[in-house]
């Protein structure tokens, strides 16, 4: 199992430019959560999905949309970047039974 | 509101020394509650869980965690430190609304030879 995967690792956006991450995962879990991570701040959540075809917004959605059209992918989206959405970008997943979730490697966004 | 508080920023320990990495919680109902440790440049690994029962969390690595409901306390413990433990540590709480995790800003370990 490849686990939690994330597309691309890395990326330098111009401000105003639009960019899609991708999120996968090989678990069949049912939710699937995208989180930005900030020096000094922890990992704050941007939108979650509790199931195919479902999003919820999540403590800092503004900027970002998010679609989950198959169970195994989770799609977080930037329609029109700016520097404040300089971050480290990690996807997790967790079925229903177990509550732990699985982390990503993260993709590290520079918005310049 | 939920919420969870990791108080330092650092912890330095010696080798071979006990190590304590601190959390406190503010949540309503039974609080689930877990740790987490992040390497360098990469993801976060899950090390332990509290849901119920034991006090005393065991969990990877040589790692428990003590759940304190009278001081609101979910510590991070390890009787013998290792310079490989140096990294950033989570504790974070669950949300009841899809399982989504609170997450303490995080403390950085430092584990010097």
């Known amino acids: 199992n490849a686990g939690v995967t994330q597309t691309p690792k890395f990326r330098v956006l111009k401000t105003g430019q639009s960019m899609t991450l991708l999120c996968a995962q090989d678990m069949n879990h049912e939710y699937m959560y995208w989180y930005r991570q900030d020096p000094g701040m922890g990992l704050r959540l941007i939108h979650y999905?509790?199931?195919?075809?479902?999003?919820a917004k999540g403590e800092v959605p503004d900027g970002y949309n998010v679609s989950r059209l198959k169970k195994q992918n989770f799609l977080l989206g930037l329609e029109s970047a700016a520097p404040s959405q300089t971050s480290v970008y990690f996807c997790?997943?967790?079925?229903?039974?177990?509550?732990?979730?699985?982390f990503g490697p993260g993709t590290r966004l520079t918005v310049t | 509101a939920q919420s969870v508080a990791q108080p330092e920023d650092q912890v330095n320990v010696a080798e071979g020394n006990p190590l304590t990495v601190k959390c406190t919680y503010s949540v309503s109902g039974n609080p689930y509650l877990f740790w987490y440790v992040q390497y360098p440049n990469r993801g976060l690994q899950f090390l332990l869980k509290?849901?119920?029962?034991?006090?005393l969390v065991k969990g990877s690595y040589g790692f428990e965690a003590e759940f304190n409901k009278s001081q609101t306390s979910f510590h991070l413990k390890k009787p013998s430190a290792l310079v490989s433990d140096s990294a950033l540590y989570f504790c974070a709480a669950l949300r009841y609304s899809g399982y989504a995790l609170n997450f303490g800003k995080g403390t950085s370990l430092l584990v010097t030879p």
């Open positions: 997790a997943s967790t079925g229903t039974n177990s509550k732990e979730q699985y």
């Open positions: 999905s509790v199931g195919e075809g479902t999003t």
């Open positions: 509290y849901i119920t029962g034991d006090n």
